[in-house]
């Protein structure tokens, strides 16, 4: 096993050194925000703590949680940066899919650099090397200058205009190495390769792919890598806190780098804070942010922390398992309570469907049969009989009863960006 560092003395710190920078940040980000946003200095007033009482890494606890809907969601942009606003020299935006539209998120060249630094980081340690050729399914071109950083070629993705297709002969044409998209996004990649007769483990380069923004079931990650011959890595990171960690080529959960973030898992009910081991809400403090700190900000991501012992690959920072869905995506079913990925684990296995599906649920994420729309693959002519198969499946592996709906392919809205599988109040 070849390990690759970004930045080796860093990444194998002591676990006591990492929570020694951990204290310092987070007093100097508690004092920040409490003394130049309007947002954090009502939510600590309110709470009745001032950043002198923060003077250990248990204080975090005395800090009220910031709920993405109710707190950053529904606050003027204005009340959440922390520094002039000329300053600002960039401007993100959430994907929207919990809020229904994208939030601004602000940031300083200062912000930039760490972003860069921190997903330069992360990709060494997936094995992104300097000779690779980086090529861009999506459209989020900023990321140009981080794999700059480690002095990989870069293929943007205007290069291929966000067209399907063009990626893909692109990807055949000048030998990329390594892409970088949403899961759902590479397996459509695949799927339309095979069905334009190219063989990506024969007719290409491609040797890795950095995948993030939505989870990915390990059994379907594991059968994509057998038939490609393309290694899965998984990024963790999200709009408001840019990248927070990923996987090692040990690929025994998610290192997350804790000199830059703080983390805890929470019962998302009780709001208690959870051991190693217990599923619950990720909650992350970014350490460095400068434009907009977070605090104890809720992902609604669901994860773990695993144990503790040091990484196969000399790693000393934390890791968590892969998230497995957001909370505000469960929906219940006669009573079972499920998540998208729970669907799609099954969906992606069976032979005769494309991957592409929708879940219609009612109103308050309750219904009384598991409705879905699926596209069949291209050259199904047996629709009756996938159907009958793909409604026992379902019955077999989640004991529930399958309202099913076949359209061929392409018939469902698709994006470059997340995977849109809930549609409510139907």
Known sequence: MRVLYWE???ETLPPEEIQAIQLERLKTVVKRAYENTIFYRKKFDQAKVKPEDIQALADLQKLPLTHYLKDFAASPLEEKVAVPWESVTEIMTTSGTISGFTLPIAL???????SFNIVARTCRMAGVRPDDIVQLL??????????????????????????????????RLLKSTVVFAMPSYVLRFISRAKEMGIDLKRDTSL??????????ADAIKRAVEEETGIALYELYGFAEASGIGGECIAR???????????LEVIDPESLQTLG????GELVVTA?????MPLIRYRTGDLTRFLDESICECGRTHPRIAPVRGRIYHRFEVQGTTLLPSDIENIVLAIPGLSGEFRIHIGEGGHSDRLKIVAEHAPGVLDIESLQVNVEATFKNRLGLDCQLELVPRGALPQTQFKAQRIVRGS
């Open 8 to 10: 080796q003395r860093v």
């Open 108 to 114: 300083t060249d200062r912000d930039m650099e760490e």
């Open 138 to 171: 999506l459209p989020w071109d900023v990321s140009v200058p981080m794999f700059k950083k480690l002095s990989a070629r870069v293929i943007s993705s205007m290069a291929g205009r966000m067209i399907l297709d063009y990626q893909i002969e692109l990807a």
């Open 207 to 216: 040797r890795l792919a950095i995948l993030g923004g939505e989870p990915l």
């Open 252 to 262: 025994k959960g998610l290192h997350i780098w804790a000199d830059h973030y703080l």
């Open 276 to 279: 190693p081991g217990e599923e």
């Open 287 to 291: 350490l460095t942010k400068e434009a």
